[in-house]
């Protein structure tokens, strides 16, 4: 296949709800508003690269549903090419109840569904189309969808395909073991400073981002929220603030910025200009109400850009304008 961008996870319905506050255990919870639309973490990060200008493919699982042909119509709808999604009549299509407060925060019930039953066979044989595999974390929280994962991330690295993996709290919290046999299949290791707290036990960041890549990442980003990044890349490491934007809802947020750190390392960004971008990704979707098509593009990016100095400024500016890509795949390496 032929993408510049293959991401494996998760595809499903958001119904967005908000809230003044979310409800006490047997309480009630009136919302003012509601929007009903495609989400994920995988679909999200698939609908960035693509707003950015990356070719991007989708392989995750739907049911046989109303809700699955609605998740597909919209998300092939923003370019996201849609030829390798699963449909299975075992489970529906996956749901989430996502409750937004004023502050800008997402509280969020999850029906897996059928996500988790993507099957191990519809993986691609063949991956040297692609430029970077990108993994959803929650594709490692159950069978058969983990082997699915396991597979792709072996035959991508088996023809020099970089893998990144975006961990959430639930694989940090849950399924640590399987998380950690699972890293030396990962170049590019993308997670929240709380996870790799409770993954590592230690709580400062650089020291815990060295001791989780003994396991294999090559590049670990981990993310500070308002507190920007820490992105260690090698030997070496780099802090990026995040820009500062009001916060609107903070659904998409992490799936944005592994977005624009995968986005920046394949156009050949050194690793401060990628953490850079990526923290604008992150700041460009909590300004932003909603997630799946509503998450920015470059226009919003460019807007958080006059946060950072000129020169770090204009460097990401003509990265987002950039129509090509480099020849040289994904990694956290400096190039000259």
Known sequence: MNADVLVLGDLNIDLALDVPEFPLPGGEGVASRQRIGFGGSAANTAVVLRQLGLSTALLACLGEDEWGTLAVSGISAVGVDTSLLQRSDRDGTSLNIVAVTPDGERTM?????????????????????????????YALLAEPQRSAATTAATRARAVGVPVSLDVPVDLACSASPELLAFLPLVDILVIGADELHRLTGISDPEPSARAVARYGPGTVAVKQGAGGVVLLT?????????????????????????????????????P????????ACGAAAVATLGAGARLPGPVEV??????????????LLTLLSQQTLDTHPASGETRG
Not at 272 to 279: E, F, K, Q, S, T
Not at 302 to 315: I, K, N, Q, T, Y
């Open 272 to 279: 401060a200009d990628a953490a850079r971008l990526a923290n």
């Open 234 to 270: 090698g030997d070496d490491v780099t802090q990026a603030p995040a820009p500062r934007v009001d916060v609107v809802d903070s659904t998409g947020a992490g799936d944005s910025f592994c977005a624009g750190l995968v986005f920046a390392l394949l156009r050949g960004a050194a």
């Open 109 to 137: 019930l999850a029906y897996r569904g059928a996500s988790s039953l993507l099957d191990p066979a519809s993986v691609p044989g063949d991956l040297r189309g692609v430029r970077c595999l990108h993994l959803s974390g």
């Open 302 to 315: 460019a807007r958080v850009l006059g946060f950072f100095e000129p020169p770090a400024r204009d460097r």
